[in-house]
């Protein structure tokens, strides 16, 4: 096991006032169930998944028609549960139907904004309007129930619409990151047997137009199975298609953009149908309005694909009753989402958290807020800005995206005003504290929680998450989500003690559980369940301290063995990254023919220290930096377990919610196949990393 020796003794940094806890929603879960403490609240969930799942379904006002036969049912095995078996259940009738009432459907339900400064609100009785105008588009093109459908678009309108239509058809979802490439595309398509996909003509990034309809063109020349292409215009001022026009103007407007865009059924579309849709747009129905089919709970909802980590991407199946159930639980319950609570989180429609804004947000009847664009363009303070003018409470981001805003100055943050945040909240890759502090002191003046959230697309949200009853240390865990049986278990399979290190892992079943990979049953069994009888193995080393907050101390899979000795390389990395002039790092492990294995740090260098180009750094630039580095991690680690080598280069190879990619780090370090690369936001960096060890 790694050893830890840099969390024992944090300072608990935020303690709820009385008024927090009274407001927030854990407290009324509390008292619907008759427990008045989180301790109570937590052993009633383990102690009963059914009887808590029960509850959450009925806090949640989760309907379903017919009602179910049996809550939980594992006759196929604890690895492939049913839930509600035999409940009918259209997820989006909890999103968008049961808001439609006098006091709810003027409620905003989508506030978006785009990288050029356009705004665009919809209300829930706007939303339902266009999702049912987008179904009877799908309708359109022969799209039907069990149907899988592609979405690859920014973070628009129009996506949410796309998601919510897709899934009210009875169709399956299949969101892919607007930024992949045409490999990336291509596989995720085909593996799906994809019949249709929307996509965009572009997006803004940093000023300049991202050319996604060429890059979706040739992904979709390679996948036989798509039949239609839904073509969104991206218009800059309200994110997504021109206001409607009166009837004969929106004619002549629809036959000139026919014409326009012919050429493309041809020339990159292959001759599929073609058609161009987005909110407020004249649908021009080519069929009579259809009633959507009925949907069970367990119905395939949608397809989540993996970033891709430790190999090939995942495809992780989630239903009506799965995905939305748990993330609409965890909003609530960790970052305290209600009707009318704005919540935003900087993401995209190919993470997980994407889908978990949209389905968590509706269910509770909040609102979602959308930023579309780089989060530090034209200035640095854009997130800010974002927050102040559209009164955003509850802010989502990643450790990464703060370490980056953390260098541009303390006094951004002081320029909005931001009083109506009540908490942050972070999940995607651990903390370092340097950062997590900035972002507690410099933006929430010390008075906010972070909420910390950690679990992943095959949980439908966390394992491990903050709320607004228990105090926080800083980049920790203060408990298990409710309803999540976890434990931290030694290589014996027997729980390990507080201040020891062991695999993170769940012991019961829980609504959000993935329902297997998409049509690869072996290897979900061998990725999850074939290391401990019935139990899930996470993948993730952590710790618990004397006081009961967890951390994570990274991967598993990326535990080296230097000396004889255990080490999580997200301990050094926080010790590298302590420095004032390292942003980023990362360490992998190399054979060693005295050590075993050696370990090999990668560094990235803040905007103040200047960044090197990777060739001049390696000539023996920075020497200095070098030694420096090395001598800071042994004297907190011991010196056999500092970095062998320190190399500095222009950026880490990640996924596009930020994880990094040691195993592509390593594979190219040592000169072996990488594997698949189509994840990354940047392939171009792992040249840069070969060429290192040249």
């Not at 069970?296 to 980590?309: F, K, M, Q, R, V």
């Not at 800071?632 to 080598?645: C, E, H, I, Q, T």
């Not at 500095?648 to 195993?663: D, E, G, H, W, Y």
Request: with cysteine; aromatic share 8%; glycine share 10%.
């Amino acid at each position: 096991m790694p050893d830890s020796n840099v969390l024992e003794d944090q300072p608990i940094a935020w303690t709820p006032s009385p008024e927090v806890i009274e407001r927030s929603r854990l407290t009324a879960l509390m008292q619907q169930v008759g427990v008045s403490t989180w301790k109570e609240l937590y052993q009633y969930s383990i102690d009963d998944i059914e009887m808590f799942t029960a509850e959450v379904l009925r806090f949640l006002d989760i309907n379903f028609n017919p009602p179910y036969e049996k809550l939980l049912d594992t006759s196929d095995g604890i690895e492939f549960p049913k839930w509600c078996a035999g409940g009918g259940l259209n997820i989006t009738e909890m999103c968008l139907d049961r808001w439609q009432t006098g006091d709810t459907q003027d409620l905003p339900a989508l506030i978006w904004e785009g990288e050029e400064g356009g705004t665009k609100t919809l209300t829930y009785e706007q939303l339902l309007t266009n999702v049912n105008g987008c179904v009877e588009k799908l309708c359109d093109l022969g799209i039907e129930k069990g149907d899988a459908v592609g979405i690859h678009l920014p973070m628009i309108p129009e996506t949410v619409v796309a998601l919510l239509a897709i899934n009210r058809l009875g169709a399956i979802a299949v969101p892919v990151f607007s930024g992949y490439g045409i490999d990336a595309i291509t596989s995720r398509m085909e593996a799906v047997e994809a019949k249709a996909i929307f996509t965009c003509d572009g997006a803004p990034r940093r000023g300049k137009p991202v050319d996604m309809l060429t890059v979706a063109a040739r992904a979709i020349a390679n996948v036989k199975s798509i039949e239609s292409v839904i073509l969104v215009e991206r218009d800059p001022h309200t994110g997504s298609s021109p206001q409607r026009e009166d009837h004969v103007e929106a004619r002549e407007r629809r036959r000139n953009e026919i014409l326009r865009y012919e050429h493309l059924k041809l020339e990159l579309f292959g001759g599929r149908k073609l058609a161009i849709w987005g909110v407020d747009r004249e649908n021009f129905s080519l069929c009579d309005p259809q009633a959507p089919p009925a949907t069970a709970a367990e119905d395939p909802l949608i397809i989540l694909y993996t970033s891709g980590t430790t190999g090939k991407p995942k495809g992780i199946a989630h239903t009506h009753a799965s995905f939305p159930i748990k993330a609409a639980q965890d909003m609530a319950l960790g970052t305290d989402v209600g009707k009318g609570t704005r919540i935003c989180w900087y993401t995209d429609i190919g993470w997980m958290m994407g889908p978990w804004l949209i389905y968590g947000a509706l269910i509770n009847g909040g609102t979602i807020c959308i930023y579309d664009g780089a989060p530090d363009y034209p200035q640095p303070d854009r997130m800010w800005e974002f927050c102040a003018k559209h009164k955003v409470e509850i802010l989502g981001i990643s450790p990464t995206l703060i370490r980056a805003l953390s260098n541009c100055g303390d006094d951004l943050p002081k320029k909005h005003d931001l009083s109506s945040l009540r908490a942050f909240a972070s999940t995607g890759e651990p903390w370092n504290p340097a950062p997590w502090w900035w972002l507690f002191e410099k933006v929430g003046d010390g008075k906010l929680p972070i909420i910390n959230y950690s679990g992943g697309t095959e949980i439908s949200g966390g394992i491990l998450m903050g709320n607004m009853h228990l105090p926080q240390k800083p980049c920790s865990f203060p408990a298990p989500c409710p309803g999540m049986d976890v434990d931290i278990l030694g290589e014996n399979g027997q729980p390990v003690e507080p201040g020891q290190v062991g695999e993170l892992v769940i012991k019961q079943p829980w609504i959000g559980m993935a329902r297997g990979f998409w049509q690869e049953r072996e290897r979900y069994l061998e990725t999850y369940w074939s290391r401990f009888k019935n139990i899930w193995v996470h993948g993730d080393w952590a710790i618990r301290d004397k006081d009961g907050h967890w951390f994570i101390l990274g991967r598993s899979d990326d535990t080296l063995k230097v000396a004889g000795k255990r080490v999580g390389p997200a301990e050094v990395e926080s010790l590298l990254v302590a420095h004032p002039q390292v942003t980023e790092a990362a360490v992998i492990g190399v054979p060693d023919e005295m050590k075993g294995t050696a370990m090999v740090a990668f560094c990235v260098l803040n905007g103040s220290a200047g960044i090197l180009p990777a060739a001049q750094a390696e000539a023996g630039r920075m020497p200095a930096l070098q030694l420096e580095l090395k001598e800071l991690v042994a004297r907190d680690m011991g010196k056999p377990l500092a970095p062998s080598k320190i190399h500095f280069v222009s950026a880490l190879p990640k996924t596009r919610n930020a994880k990094v990619m040691r195993r592509v780090i390593r594979a190219a370090y040592l000169g072996e196949d990488p594997g698949d690369l189509s994840a990354l936001e940047d392939p171009t960096i792992v040249d840069e990393i070969r060429k290192t060890n040249e």
